[in-house]
């Protein structure tokens, strides 16, 4: 599932690319997509313009001119292209918005994702129970140390937990914790200060790095798109069952924590 930095990735490609740009088509493929009849949908959408583009977690909002929002989430296996023509059949496409400029926003792979028209004060709504963004000024080392005190359960599953960071999953939780070298299913209530500074640390410099890599979704964006999936082979633990851990050379091993995979380096990961 794609996490803030192939979402953060797509904002800052599509940002340039669809802000003050008017919708003139919409074609809906799968009508369990959206949340509107395909007529209604359509018919709001078509002379809108796109004002700008939000990402919150592994949201995305385009503001539209007349005070809607196209709400986002691509959840599992959600992907996303760009361009005059698109990179398979129409078909394929759950839903396609056709722009004033003669391109186009393909919505693909979209069984459990969606795209929801809404009020922004639903869209607010909506998501308001997401916890702060991992790049949020607000969220300092002392007011990241506060939001895990008193939290129980492991590492990795409050990690993923949206309501306490918003935007970070599998993948690059797991990524995390190696990087701070901590095992992902240790008891945050048993982190020391240093481990929880370390840990504070590693989640923006994977993040960023992740995301300035074009993120890990296989899928380019557009069709001389070089950037999109860069992240894809620098993960260091993240379905690498089995092969060497580059620092010490362990092999990686794999578990299931609560339903989630979890693969971590057992010698440069202690602590659970
Ligand atoms: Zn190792």
Known sequence: MPELPEMEHYRSQLSPRLCGQ???????????????????????????????????GKHLLFHLDDGHRLHLHLM???????????????????????????????????????LHRMTAKAAIEELKELGPDPFDSRLTL????????????????????????????????????????????????????????RIYHSIRKVLTTAKDAGGYMEHPLTPDDTLTGGYNNQCLVYDRKGEPCNVCGTEIKFETLTGRKMFYCPHCQQGA
């Open 22 to 56: 008017r919708i003139t088509g919409v074609t809906v493929n799968r009508a369990a997509t959206i949340n509107e009849p395909v007529d209604v949908f359509t018919s709001a959408l078509v002379g809108k313009s796109i004002l700008f583009v939000e990402r919150k």
């Open 76 to 114: 599992l296996g959600g992907w996303l292209a760009y361009g005059e023509e698109g990179p398979k059949k129409d078909s394929h496409f759950q839903v396609i918005l056709t722009f004033g400029d003669g391109n186009s926003l393909y919505f693909g792979g979209l069984r459990l994702g969606y």
């Open 142 to 197: 002392e007011a990241f140390r506060k939001r895990l005190a008193g939290k129980r359960g492991k590492l990795k599953t409050t990690l993923t937990n949206q309501r306490f960071l918003a935007g970070i999953g599998n993948c690059y939780s797991d990524e995390i914790c190696f990087d701070a070298q901590v095992h992902p299913a240790v008891a945050v209530n048993s982190l020391d200060e240093s481990t929880v500074e």
